[in-house]
């Protein structure tokens, strides 16, 4: 069934003050495709996939040292919540309760908070089953951590089969009422040299709506649709060839930073997202999610990062696809819930397949 491998490394952690262990977990499958992740942050490092012509190509960002990633202000390849994206407003109101949530600069939620769960240990162990290939996180958010009520139990799970899918679950489980938002932020470049970055890669997106934002790139309620505008990815294009062009949504946020809706309605049913394309390596990547929503974005806010095998990272080296809930949907009713409640269980899944044409 293929290769697991760990290693451990030192790295001292500023914000718990202490010293833990970090641990490297290598998954390897027939083919030769290997997913290299980290058990602090849940964290992508690398994921090494076979072009056109044969050769392994690094697909996505990160950093060569455990440091790096303490220090990350880019989420690189991050398990992010407890609530991913952003929550305008300083509080939220859960079972007629306010609750006072860690804010930025303008007063909106970011990614967690302050300390979210790209900067935790998680507890990391292959998976027990000999049929599966992958390795299990696991999470205990304590009762108001970042201010979000209730005991928050998170199991993330990786899984890299010899088809080329890595598949992303979540499960999480609640004491008191709360929210929850996960994600997977990793950047990709399909392209395998970031320093080039994402010029030559073609997506499409299935989504007829997006969710246009205001000032804090919080979205303002509206369903917009994308027939004949920049947001239109219903047909293969380039990812940036409408970037540059005078659109109020783009200059708002530097570029693409948005969520495509894939569902007003949220259901558990797994569905296709999108399709990307990097036309040198003929790389593929198809995604699949049981989330309401996709997250495009196109890395506007990377600069000067030392990344990986002493590359760095620039504006556009890479791309995210965070599939999602909507962001801000404790301030619409109309969004699909995120409210998590005792006794229930979330659960979410999300497929990458990768395949290459010549």
């Known amino acids: 069934m293929g290769i697991i491998t760990?290693?451990?490394?030192?790295?001292?952690?500023?914000?718990?003050?202490?010293?833990?262990?970090?641990?490297?977990?290598?998954?390897?499958?027939?083919?030769?495709?290997?997913?290299?992740?980290?058990?602090y942050g849940a964290a992508v490092i690398s994921l090494f996939i076979k072009d056109k012509n044969g050769e392994l190509k690094d697909v996505v960002l990160g950093y060569d040292n455990a440091e790096d990633y303490l220090n990350d202000e880019f989420y690189l390849g991050t398990v992010v919540g407890r609530y991913a994206n952003r929550i305008a407003g300083s509080s939220v109101l859960i079972d007629d309760e306010f609750y006072t949530i860690s804010t930025r600069s303008g007063g909106y939620h970011h990614h967690g908070g302050d300390v979210g769960f790209n900067k935790k240990y998680f507890d990391a162990f292959p998976l027990p089953d000999p049929k599966q290939r992958g390795i299990m996180f696991t999470y205990t958010s304590p009762h108001l951590e970042e201010g979000f009520p209730g005991k928050l139990r998170l199991t993330v799970v990786y899984l890299l089969n010899d088809e080329d899918e890595w598949t992303v679950e979540y499960k999480a489980i609640t004491d008191k009422t709360t929210l929850v938002n996960f994600t997977q932020h990793v950047y990709f470049n399909l392209s395998g040299s970031p320093s080039k970055g994402i010029s030559n890669h073609k997506i499409k997106i299935n989504s007829k709506w997006y969710l246009p934002v205001n000032k804090l790139q919080v979205p303002t309620g509206e369903f917009?649709?994308?027939?004949?505008?920049?947001?239109?990815?219903?047909?293969?294009?380039?990812?940036?060839?409408?970037?540059?062009?005078?659109?109020?949504?783009?200059?708002?946020s530097y570029g693409y930073d948005h969520s495509f809706v894939l569902e007003k309605i949220h259901t558990p049913v797994l569905k296709h997202a999108a399709s990307v394309k990097e036309d040198n390596t003929g790389l593929i990547m198809n995604v699949y999610t049981t989330e309401p929503a996709l997250h495009l974005y196109t890395g506007n806010f990377l600069e000067n990062i030392k990344g990986k095998n002493k590359i760095t990272y620039n504006k556009h080296a890479g791309f995210c696809m965070?599939?999602?809930?909507?962001?801000?949907?404790?301030?619409h009713a109309h969004f699909p819930s995120t409210v998590l409640k005792p006794g229930e269980e979330f659960y979410s899944k999300t497929v990458f397949k990768f395949s290459a044409e010549g």
Not at 28 to 37: H, M, Q, Y
Not at 229 to 251: A, N, P, R, S, Y
Request: glycine fraction near 2%; aromatic fraction near 6%; charged fraction near 30%.
């Open 6 to 39: 760990t290693q451990n490394t030192e790295a001292a952690n500023d914000v718990m003050e202490v010293s833990r262990s970090i641990k490297i977990f290598n998954i390897e499958n027939k083919k030769g495709t290997r997913l290299v992740v980290s058990n």
């Open 224 to 252: 917009a649709e994308v027939n004949n505008t920049v947001f239109d990815f219903t047909k293969m294009k380039g990812i940036i060839k409408d970037i540059q062009k005078d659109d109020e949504q783009l200059k708002l």
């Open 322 to 331: 965070e599939t999602q809930h909507f962001p801000d949907a404790p301030n």
